[in-house]
């Protein structure tokens, strides 16, 4: 079973710059995530879709991060204008559905991002 | 809100050796915890989880895991490290009040001593 693929696995962008990564989860997923993991820290949650509805973006900055899901497998994760600050690792995961308690969640390689 | 600890930084330990990195969980509820382990440049693979049962919890490539209710700890362990172990590993809990979303600690980097 082919995992989480993410794409690219590197991106060197300057500040004020855009970028966009993209995410293809397991297949079947219902369920995909989005997580920043900035160096030293654990990943922490931007965004989580249940098909092609977004269910938590509570801690998404939605001044220059956007995400969407149109057809319910592929994501996309934008940032427009990017920071220093958003040098980070993102990480895509997927899950089968959001509803089970104990629903494990399989993540892709990630997308290590450095704004200069 | 629910979170985990992980106190240490870096945990070194001589190969054949046994090896445990520690977490300690503030949860409202039942914890639901999971363990993850990342190589360098790779994603988080995931080793095991907690939900309910037995307070030993076998996961993958010979990793096992203690609940313990009363010390609110998640303990991994391995009886014997192999220098591949080498790595990081995070700990993290299930919220079910926050969409069943994943809070993790800060990782333990894990140092195998050939």
């Known amino acids: 079973e082919a995992g989480v693929a993410q794409s690219p696995r590197y991106k060197i962008i300057e500040k004020r710059q855009s970028v966009a990564f993209w995410c293809n989860p397991i297949s079947g997923h219902a369920t995909l995530y989005w997580y920043q993991q900035i160096l030293g820290q654990g990943p922490k949650l931007l965004i989580q879709f249940q098909n092609n509805g977004v269910v938590d973006d509570s801690q998404l900055p939605k001044d220059r991060f956007s995400a969407e899901r149109l057809k319910g497998v592929d994501s996309t994760l934008k940032i427009q204008p990017a920071k220093l600050e958003d040098s980070a690792v993102y990480l895509c995961?997927?899950?089968?559905?959001?509803?089970?308690?104990?629903?494990?969640?399989?993540f892709g390689p990630g997308t290590r991002l450095l704004v200069l | 809100a629910q979170s985990v600890a992980q106190p240490e930084d870096q945990v070194n330990v001589a190969e054949g050796n046994p090896l445990t990195v520690k977490c300690t969980y503030s949860v409202s509820g039942n914890p639901y915890l999971f363990w993850y382990v990342q190589y360098p440049n790779r994603g988080l693979q995931f080793l095991l989880k907690y939900i309910t049962g037995d307070n030993l919890v076998k996961g993958s490539y010979g990793f096992e895991a203690e609940f313990n209710k009363s010390q609110t700890s998640f303990h991994l362990k391995k009886p014997s490290a192999l220098v591949s172990d080498s790595a990081l590993y995070f700990c993290a809990v299930r919220d079910p009040y926050g969409n069943n979303r994943l809070a993790f600690g800060k990782g333990n980097q894990v140092v195998v001593i050939p």
């Open positions: 995961a997927s899950s089968l559905s959001l509803a089970g308690i104990q629903e494990t969640q399989y």
